[in-house]
């Protein structure tokens, strides 16, 4: 993860616009959860284990939690969910 944004907590932006959770194996974009972005960092069983995942709402292993239909994230510690809201929506 040597020159990626991190999060805390094994979260991470591996490049623009995505953030990836390490301990829950699975990324999230703009859009919401991603499962090919998942797929591309964690492989085809992780990115097949979004499929009935909630999309719109979540939270990281860093205590941020993201919904995007009111593209803000909330919680955790310091400024990570400014930052993380910021990477994902381009607040």
């Given at each position: 993860?040597a020159?990626?944004?991190e ?10 616009g995505?953030?990836c ?5 699975w ?7 991603s ?20 999309q719109?709402?979540f ?19 310091g ?6 809201a910021?990477?994902?929506f381009?607040?």
């Open positions: 993860m020159g990626q944004t999060y805390g907590n094994g979260v991470y932006s591996p490049q623009k995505v953030i959770d390490s301990m829950g194996k990324c999230a974009d703009g859009t919401g959860l499962a090919s972005w998942t797929e591309h960092y964690f492989g085809g069983a992780a990115g097949n284990a979004l499929a009935d995942a909630t719109d709402k939270g990281f292993s860093n205590h941020v939690n993201c919904d995007i239909n009111t593209k803000t994230c909330t919680g955790g510690e400024k990570a969910a400014k930052k993380m910021k990477q994902l381009k607040n």
